[in-house]
């Protein structure tokens, strides 16, 4: 099955309503928890792409490199939050 990204707008409706949610204590299931969690890590993700991209193609002074390990230890945290070992 192939997913396409939805549109930001789409994101946004769709995160707005999972805040909702979680709000009105209205989620059983944990899906909005669930999606809540999963842009977080998303957005870390994409930060550390970026970061990473940039190194591989200029190379790093160490702020820079010093941001990329950050995002690194973070992305670890939050895997030890949920007690999976996931690959990152």
């Known amino acids: 099955m192939s997913l396409h990204r939805p549109s930001e707008d789409a994101i946004a409706t769709a995160l707005g309503a999972a805040q909702q949610m979680r709000a009105d ?6 899906i909005a ?15 550390l792409l970026e970061q990473t991209e940039r190194y591989l193609n200029f190379g790093m002074p160490e702020p820079e490199l010093s ?6 230890t973070r992305l670890r945290e ?3 939050e949920t007690g999976h070992d996931l690959p990152i």
Do not use: I, T
């Not at 204590?25 to 944990?30: A, Q, W």
């Open 25 to 30: 204590n209205n989620d059983p299931h944990h």
């Open 33 to 47: 928890l669930a999606l809540q969690y999963l842009q977080s890590r998303c957005h870390d993700l994409e930060a």
């Open 67 to 72: 941001q990329m390990r950050m995002l690194v």
């Open 78 to 80: 939050q895997q030890g």
